[in-house]
């Protein structure tokens, strides 16, 4: 399943969670000790486990067994425990399905906007498209849905990087490069943290032709979304102006938001 080293959840937990009305505690427990795991970067040992989730040592070690046999953790030869391959499954599934659940809100932003929508994760050091929805205009952008891009280059990188502590961003651009696809690609380190400084000042991000020429891209984060997401809409420069980006923001903004609570939504009860 796509992730990023920026959570998007609370890593600061002080105790476990109260069961839900009509839930299973030990269900909910294990789940929440699969999310601070993911937290502290999937690996950890019992006794932070405790410290975190404020769970006994044996009720710790007993669900640890559990989601061992299970696959969904696995005990490293320093006996420390790490999330599981089995996961993988659960992650990819849920990650297609993510796409599916975001069309509708891509599909009011082409309604709104009239250019095309786009939704991407944040999948290790790279940036993943998961869905789109095209634009109605006979010169629209395309973007396949799977490709893969790398975030320096791309409105929907400095949006899904932006509140990435400096370091963390120095360390991924130094693993990927920085190549350059347009004259007006950023290519340092220092200029890409500029960058993000103006996504965080802005409230957006922008691909001005550093991706393709003639291309600009407008995108924002979700909020609180399970995984490090972004929506953006992109289209011909001569059509994405300044003029154009202030009536489209406020719009890309607003959709963000209901897409995040649709997404922290647990649905109809069973």
Known sequence: ????????????????????????QSLERAFDLLERMADAGGEVGLSELSASSGLPLPTIHRL??????????????????????????????ASRLLGTWARPYL???VEETGETANMALLDGDEVVYVAQVPSKHSMRMFTEV??????????????????TPPDEVRALLARTGMPA?????ITTADGFLDA??????????????????????????????PTAAAISISGPAGRVTDEATRLIVPVLQ?????????????????
């Open 254 to 270: 607003q959709v963000a938001a209901e897409l995040s609570t649709a997404l922290a939504s647990s649905g109809p009860s069973a």
């Open 181 to 185: 696809a347009t004259e007006k690609t």
């Open 64 to 93: 640890m067994r559990t989601l061992v046999a299970c696959g969904y953790v696995r005990q490293q030869p320093n006996r420390r425990y790490a999330l599981g391959p089995r996961l993988i499954r659960l992650g990819e599934s």
């Open 146 to 163: 799977g490709r893969r891009v790398l975030p320096h280059s791309t409105g929907v990188g400095k949006a899904l990087l932006a509140h």
């Open 107 to 109: 599909a009011r932003l």
């Open 1 to 24: 399943m796509p992730t990023s080293s920026a959570s998007t959840t609370d890593a600061a937990k002080t105790s476990a969670p109260a069961p839900a009305s009509g839930g299973v």
């Open 196 to 225: 993000l400084d103006e996504v965080r000042r802005a409230g957006y991000a922008v691909d001005d032709n550093e991706q393709e020429i003639g291309v600009r891209c407008l995108a924002v984060s979700v909020p609180d979304s």
